[in-house]
């Protein structure tokens, strides 16, 4: 078992900067792929990015160049450097662990609140 809980959601305006994290703690050893989706409200979830155990990173068209993911093994954390903030960016944000595939997510966070408004 993985237990994924997220933080550093909060308001800020248009253009600005957050950080986010999300801790992963059980058998974090195990987890191939850690990624990070975010649902705005009354919309389906949407990946973001993700992170894969040898180091490759993947991003969304939409994010690409203004968010940057990471992870610290040592620590079992996964975070996601988000700049260049817009209203769009607005929603839930997730932490998601897949064991085997980037794929099929085997565990998810209770998700952290991004607010982006002027």
């Known amino acids: 078992q993985v237990q994924l809980v997220e933080s550093g959601g909060g308001s800020v305006q248009p253009g600005g900067s957050l950080r986010l994290s999300c801790t992963a703690s059980?058998?974090?050893?195990?987890?191939?792929?850690l990624s990070w989706y975010r649902q705005p409200l009354g919309k389906e979830r949407e990946w973001v990015a993700s992170?894969?155990?040898?180091?490759?990173?993947d991003y969304s068209n939409s994010v690409k160049g203004r968010f940057a993911i990471s992870r610290v093994n040592g620590k079992n954390i996964l975070t996601l450097q988000m700049n260049s903030l817009k209203p769009e960016d607005t929603g839930m944000y997730y932490c998601?662990?897949?064991?085997?595939?980037?794929?099929?997510?085997?565990?998810w966070g209770q998700g952290t609140q991004v607010t982006v408004s002027s």
């Open positions: 059980g058998s974090p050893g195990s987890i191939y792929c």
């Open positions: 998601a662990a897949g064991v085997r595939t980037c794929g099929v997510t085997d565990y």
């Open positions: 992170h894969k155990s040898h180091g490759k990173t």
